[in-house]
Nanobody, 124 residues
Framework: QVQLVESGGGSVQAGGSQRLSCEIS?????????LAWFRQAPGKERVGVAA???????NYADSVKGRFTISRDNARNTLYLQMNNLKPEDTAIYYC?????????????????WGQGTQVTVST
């Protein structure tokens, strides 16, 4: 079993920055897992934001390239998402996800472990 717990959400003004964290635990977890961030805006489907396999071959959605950075600290079993130059359209619930497969996919059906989500609200 693997558990994911997100933190760091909140309200921020457009143009600002925020860092999300995801703490990973459980006897089945390995640093070989691929980790990712997804988000879901009100009334919309959940979509991939960024993924990072253990090799560090990151993958980003076009909408966040150049503004968001995904990273992982395997010693601390923690995943991060640094978000800069935030826009109102970044407002969503952000989810941490994991899979034992080697991949950097941003498709939701690739990931089988999910956190509870953390709200990010960007105001003008």
């Amino acid at each position: 079993q693997v558990q994911l717990v997100e933190s760091g959400g909140g309200s921020v003004q457009a143009g600002g920055s925020q860092r999300l964290s995801c703490e990973i635990s459980g006897p089945s977890y390995s640093s070989r897992f691929t980790l990712a961030w997804f988000r879901q805006a009100p009334g919309k489907e959940r979509v991939g934001v960024a993924a990072i396999p253990t090799t560090g071959d990151t993958n980003y959605a076009d909408s966040v390239k150049g503004r968001f950075t995904i990273s992982r600290d395997n010693a601390r079993n923690t995943l991060y998402l640094q978000m800069n130059n935030l826009k109102p359209e970044d407002t969503a619930i952000y989810y941490c996800a994991a899979t034992s497969a080697w991949t950097n996919s941003l498709r939701t059906n690739v990931y089988n472990v999910w956190g509870q989500g953390t709200q990010v609200t960007v105001s003008t």
